[in-house]
């Protein structure tokens, strides 16, 4: 079991940065996927970057060049850089892994979750 604890969030304006951070304890196996995800009041929850054992990354779309996904693995912790925040950023950013090679951005490929950190953006 992956027990993910998330940090880093609070409130910015438009155009600020922010860096999260989630750190993963517990039996956490050598090749294991690690993501970032968000949800806002009465919307899906969706993938927003992945990092792979092998080191590769993925983004959804939108943030694309704006975030960055990095980690640290001498300490199982994975970082989300947040630049040129835009207010539809906002949300409850969720930290997710599953063990082996990540296979997408999907809610359903991950089995472990942190219990999430706000994120504000004002306009």
């Known amino acids: 079991q992956v027990h993910l604890v998330e940090s880093g969030g609070g409130s910015v304006q438009a155009g600020g940065s922010l860096r999260l951070s989630c750190t993963a304890s517990g039996t956490v196996p050598s090749r294991f996927c690690m993501a970032w995800f968000r949800q806002t009041p009465g919307k899906e929850r969706e993938g927003v970057a992945s990092?792979?054992?092998?080191?590769?990354?993925r983004y959804k779309d939108s943030v694309e060049g704006r975030f960055t996904i990095s980690k640290d693995s001498a300490k199982n912790t994975v970082y989300l850089q947040m630049n040129s925040l835009k207010p539809e950023d906002g949300a409850m950013y969720y930290c997710a892994a599953d063990q082996g090679p990540c296979t997408g951005l999907a809610v359903y490929d991950y089995s472990s979750w942190g219990q999430g950190t706000q994120v504000t953006v004002s306009s």
């Open positions: 990092y792979d054992f092998d080191t590769s990354t």
